[in-house]
């Protein structure tokens, strides 16, 4: 009876070890810009960290023993380095680490609780996730402005790539590697603003407007002294003016002189009280 009874203890030990160990062994899924989508569907606990993070070293085992119980709570359990991933950190927006996230059917909740496996657990099922408020629309990370958000960050991390091989592989010095980025922000801001000169001109094409015409004031002093040519066509033309003038005033008085009536001649009421007269006196 005794050796029965040690039998069942045995193997109830054996059996309880093998699903701690199994517990404590699962790894959680990692997560990518590539596949980051999948938390969108289903209930998920999400884990920010980095690989230089004392907190996230420390972290660790509690996040894999919390994830040896995703099948049991029937909850996703996932990692997000973001030294790998920067544009999920700007999209998540984060800003310390560890950062866990609570996701349920595209519902994101920040959780900045207890971080014991056995508060962890309780929070998925006792449903103390849904005392959380959501994060604001704004801050969605499946909105397009946080998806923005991401690609700067994702570019951020490319320069400093970029920034990092120049100075310890090539030996650049670091005033030259900030010349380097400062030349070349100013011609790709001036590239881009061609195109966006381009485009806009190819879409709204200027129209032309013709000037109304002005009249031009004759000024001699604007001629130059030395200029003899334009000075005697200036005075000849002046001169024709003059002439012209003249001219136009004679006929005018010729046309006002042959329609007024001259008074040294006579009418012909004048003629017959003449002839009246000299008959009279004949008489």
Not at 13 to 28: D, H, N
Not at 56 to 67: D, G, H, I, N, Q
């Amino acid at each position: 009876m005794e050796l029965g009874l040690l039998n069942v203890i045995l193997w109830c030990s054996l059996f309880l070890g093998v699903r701690a160990q199994a517990y404590k062994l699962k790894e959680p899924v990692k997560i990518t810009d590539a596949n980051w989508t999948s938390v969108m569907d289903g209930e998920w606990m999400i884990e920010f960290m980095a690989p230089w993070c004392p907190a996230c070293r420390s972290f660790k085992e509690v996040w894999e023993e919390f994830a040896g119980w995703g099948h049991d709570l029937d909850i996703s359990v996932a990692v997000i380095d973001v030294t790998e991933n920067p544009g999920l950190s700007g999209r998540f927006l984060v800003t310390s680490l560890p950062t866990i996230y609570h996701v349920k059917d595209g519902m994101f909740r920040q959780y900045s609780g207890s971080r014991k496996t056995t508060d962890l657990i309780e929070l998925i099922d006792e449903k103390k996730w849904s005392s959380i408020e959501p994060v604001a629309w704004y801050r969605d990370p499946s909105s397009v402005q946080m998806g923005v958000l991401g690609a700067f960050f994702k570019a951020a991390m490319f320069f400093r790539g970029i920034y990092s091989t120049l100075t310890e592989v090539y030996g650049i010095p670091e005033w030259l590697c900030y010349v380097i980025f400062a030349v070349l922000t100013i011609v790709v801001g001036l590239i881009l603003g061609l195109l966006l000169v381009l485009c806009c001109d190819s879409v709204f094409p200027a129209k032309y407007i013709p000037l109304p015409p002005q009249k031009i004031a004759y000024n001699p002093s604007a001629i130059p002294a030395n200029d003899t040519d334009l000075i005697d066509d200036t005075v000849n033309d002046s001169g024709d003016q003059k002439s012209g003038q003249e001219s136009g005033d004679e006929d005018r008085e010729s046309q006002e002189g042959a329609g007024e009536p001259d008074s040294n001649q006579s009418t012909p009421v004048e003629d017959s009280d003449l002839r009246k007269r000299q008959l009279r006196k004949d008489q």
